[in-house]
């Protein structure tokens, strides 16, 4: 069956220091990855999406990258501040007429200290 | 940009009602949405997808008699709890689907905290 895994369930660091969140998949073949963030009590926010042959995408401090032979993507915050302290999910898309059915990981809560 | 409105936000109700839940696309059409449901610590589950004027598509495990799905505009799906108990408190968020120009956008919105007593 379908695995998604978040490498850790939370992440401390200090202000200014960059993130990285890991998100390890099996038994699928996405076409898209995408990550969003979760503040308690809220729905989700897209922040980035990737798709199948596309190894690095970025946006303002974001990066992700994609790794299909490895089945696993990355998720970097560079200069963190403890405003990007949110729950971090990540989650894959078929695509196709399934687009936008996603399959979420655990997500990892992540901490940023001033 | 694109906006999703969903409605209660938050919802107590006692053991045996009903709760209907709303999700709205507040400026463009969404053929298809989501319902997902989230537990306290743990990921979004995906529940069903709801397609406007057919049936909604359920997931394996979820009871469509007890989550009914109503899709009957291209701006409007509801889920309806039926007979609520206190293990159907959780957190429900529902997305939508819409196709802008050459791609297609999702769109999340903000959850209902159902609890049950």
């Known amino acids: 069956s379908q695995k998604i895994e978040q490498n850790s369930e939370a992440l401390n660091i200090q202000e200014g220091k960059t993130a990285t969140l890991t998100c390890n998949y099996t038994?699928?073949?996405?076409?898209?990855l995408q990550w969003y963030r979760q503040d308690p009590g809220r729905g989700p926010v897209f922040l980035l999406l990737?798709?199948?042959?596309?190894k690095e995408k970025r946006k303002e401090r974001l990066k992700v990258t994609f790794d299909t032979t490895l089945k696993q993507s990355l998720f970097h915050i560079t200069a963190s501040q403890p405003a990007d302290s949110a729950t971090y999910l990540c989650?894959?898309?078929?695509?196709?007429?399934?687009?936008?059915?996603?399959?979420f990981g655990q997500g990892t809560i992540l901490t940023v200290h001033p | 940009g694109a906006v999703v409105s969903q409605h209660p936000s938050r919802v107590i109700c006692k053991s045996g009602t009903s709760v209907k839940i709303e999700c709205r696309s507040l400026?463009?059409?969404?053929?298809?949405m989501f319902w997902y449901r989230q537990f306290p610590k743990k990921s979004l589950m995906l529940m069903a997808t709801?397609?406007?004027?057919?049936?909604?598509?359920?997931e394996q495990g979820v009871e469509k008699d007890k989550f009914l799905i109503n899709h009957a505009s291209l701006t409007l799906s509801t889920l309806t709890v039926t007979s609520a108990h206190p293990e159907d408190s959780s957190f429900y968020i529902c997305?939508?689907?819409?196709?802008?120009?050459?791609?297609?956008?999702?769109?999340f919105g903000s959850g209902t905290q159902l609890s049950v007593l």
């Open positions: 400026d463009f059409q969404a053929t298809t």
């Open positions: 038994n699928y073949s996405p076409a898209y």
């Open positions: 990737i798709r199948e042959n596309e």
């Open positions: 989650a894959l898309d078929a695509g196709g007429t399934s687009y936008g059915k996603l399959t």
């Open positions: 997305s939508a689907r819409s196709y802008r120009g050459s791609s297609e956008k999702l769109f």
């Open positions: 709801s397609n406007e004027g057919s049936k909604a598509t359920y």
